[in-house]
């Protein structure tokens, strides 16, 4: 019944910043973890920021001090504040949410994400 969309990614230049978007349909109530990855062309999706049900936050070093997650729960939302953008952050950006036991998204296909891609 969940439905789980991102939005926000664009064409920046190296040092600009973004906020990316993930709407639930459902509230995100009951959630255990609330994450964004990201995969390049040809490579395997990474883990970039998690943030728990406790509020707890945990960034990958490539990002740290550059991405900040957070929440809205009134709107169903989790953000992604993207600082300072390198070339290297270009990648197709997805979110997931953890309920309980079961990663809203599974297997090999998340669907289209979004576009980040950082020129110079």
């Known amino acids: 019944q969940v439905q789980l969309v991102e939005s926000g990614g664009d064409l920046v230049q190296v040092g600009g910043s973004l906020r990316l978007s993930c709407a639930a349909s459902?509230?995100?109530?009951?959630?255990?973890?609330l994450a964004w990855y990201r995969q390049a062309p040809g490579k395997q999706r990474e883990l970039v920021a998690a943030?728990?049900?406790?509020?707890?936050?945990n960034y990958a070093d490539s990002v740290k001090g550059r991405f900040t997650v957070s929440r809205d729960n009134a709107k169903n939302t989790v953000y992604l504040q993207m600082n300072s953008l390198k070339s290297e952050d270009t990648a197709v950006y997805y979110c997931?949410?953890?309920?309980?036991?079961?990663?809203?998204?599974?297997?090999?296909?998340w669907g289209q994400g979004t576009q980040v891609t950082v020129s110079s």
């Open positions: 997931n949410v953890l309920y309980g036991s079961k990663w809203f998204r599974q297997g090999d296909y």
């Open positions: 459902g509230s995100f109530r009951g959630f255990t973890v």
């Open positions: 943030m728990s049900s406790s509020g707890s936050t």
